[in-house]
């Protein structure tokens, strides 16, 4: 195989891992943020507050992420 060809598959799983790995990371704050919400029912803007929070650091990670095997694809 070229090296160009191995560029492509690098990217392109090097992207998938990112999205699943932000998926399942926003899966699981959503569920603890629900079953906190569940058992203490008075805290539940304090904890939409900082699950907003712990989603916007995750998303931006995310985002470097994907950036990375852009860059990885498109510099020479």
């Known amino acids: 195989m070229e090296l160009v060809a191995l560029k492509y ?5 090097g992207a998938g891992l990112v999205v ?4 399942l990371g926003l899966g699981k704050i959503g569920t603890a943020a ?5 058992r203490q029912p008075e805290a539940a803007g304090d904890l939409r507050g900082m699950m907003i929070l ?6 931006g990670a995310s985002v470097i992420g994907l950036v990375i095997c852009l860059l990885a694809l498109f510099v020479k």
Do not use: F, H, K, Y
């Not at 629900?34 to 569940?38: C, Q, V």
């Not at 712990?54 to 998303?59: D, F, P, T, V, Y």
């Open 54 to 59: 712990i989603a916007a650091l995750l998303e």
């Open 20 to 23: 699943i790995g932000a998926a």
């Open 9 to 13: 598959i690098a990217a392109g799983i």
């Open 34 to 38: 629900l079953e906190g919400a569940a």
